[in-house]
């Protein structure tokens, strides 16, 4: 399964960053992404949460973005969407104990996996959202 997290929040982040004097409604967001309100509700609250959107709520309520666009990075998206989990997950089972390959690889793709979330996130850092606004 394809996890989608990131990009649609980068989508809804710059949204919010294109049109920063304008509350927009889940509703809204959602036409922009062609999607279903209730699933833009759902990536927003992990961005609220991480301190980088605003959300009003009630009659005239809706979402802003929190801070200036210059001073949130794609790292700082990246970190609200996928809090709970990294870009590539291990599997959960348990090593075939007779197999010396099954039992190494729970270390070897570790290691693997952690410089890959390392080097996401500076990369990542190296650009800010005001950039990719700009390239809209």
Partial sequence: MVDTRFPVSVHIMTLL??????????????????????????????????GLIQSTRGKGGGLAIARSAKDISL??????????????CLPKKA???SCPVSCSMADVLSKIVDGIEASTQRFLAKTSLEEIVRSC
């Fill in 17 to 50: 960053a294109y049109r920063p004097d304008t509350l927009l409604s889940s509703t809204d967001v959602a036409k922009s992404l062609k999607t279903h309100p209730a699933f833009v509700r759902k990536l927003v609250g992990p961005l609220v949460d991480g």
């Fill in 95 to 97: 090593p075939k104990l």
């Fill in 75 to 88: 790292k700082d998206i990246y970190i609200a969407a996928l809090h709970d989990k990294p870009l590539v």
